[in-house]
């Protein structure tokens, strides 16, 4: 298994261009979500699917939209990205979310500046 | 706990020695806490968990306590090595909510 896949590694982009990363788990998981992460903070949760075609809002949705077709796939889009969008984004993924300590596992990131 | 700011909490010890990193959580609701390690580069790695209704719970070269009387989290780290140089997490969770990350603390272990 190749467990969380993210795409790109890296990326620039100017002030009000659009984009998508690419998130995908080849485990089956039912639970996936998207976190940045920046300087000296924590893991902010963006947004959530708890299955495919359920979607929900974390604590930090706005300027972010995601879509959940497949049970695979949770790719997260940035509609006009702002300077305040850089950060470094991680996918996750989990068997459910649920009362039992199933873990989530994390891709390697996406590195995202925003000029 | 956490500190205000930009700056990680930090914590250096020799290679060696025992480590110990806290966490302070929020929710007395949360039914279970899990420690992640993140390395340089890379996304959070699971380490350890422990369910709320435990205090202690062991795994190999590291303990996780649980203080829910002032919702305190441990993470001990035995022999501490080079390898262990990484920012490590608490998280909580449980029921129907999302788990919740602290900001961390940065570990470095000087050979």
């Known amino acids: 298994n190749a467990g969380v896949t993210q795409t790109p590694k890296f990326q620039v982009l100017k002030t009000g261009q659009s984009m998508t990363l690419q998130c995908a788990q080849d485990m089956n998981h039912e639970y996936m979500s998207w976190y940045r992460q920046d300087p000296g903070m924590g893991l902010r949760l963006i947004h959530y699917s708890v299955g495919a075609g359920i979607t929900d809002q974390g604590e930090v949705p706005n300027g972010y939209n995601v879509s959940r077709s497949t049970t695979e796939d949770f790719p997260l889009r940035l509609l006009s990205a702002a300077p305040s969008q850089t950060s470094v984004y991680f996918c996750?993924?989990?068997?459910?979310?649920?009362?039992?300590?199933?873990?989530?596992?994390f891709g390697p990131g996406t590195r995202l500046t925003v000029l | 706990g956490e500190s205000v700011g930009l700056h990680l909490p930090t914590l250096s010890v020799q290679e060696g020695d025992n480590s110990i990193i806290n966490c302070a959580y929020s929710n007395s609701a949360s039914d279970y806490f899990i420690w992640y390690k993140q390395e340089s580069g890379k996304g959070p790695q699971f380490i350890i968990d422990?369910?709320?209704?435990?205090d202690k719970r062991q795994g190999q070269r590291v303990t996780v306590l649980l203080n829910k009387t002032v919702k305190h989290l441990s993470l001990q780290i035995a022999a501490t090595q080079p390898g262990d140089s990484a920012v490590y997490f608490c998280a909580e969770g449980g029921g129907s909510y999302i788990p919740t990350f602290g900001r961390g603390t940065s570990l470095i272990v000087h050979p």
């Open positions: 422990i369910r709320s209704n435990m």
């Open positions: 996750a993924s989990s068997p459910r979310l649920a009362t039992s300590t199933d873990t989530q596992y």
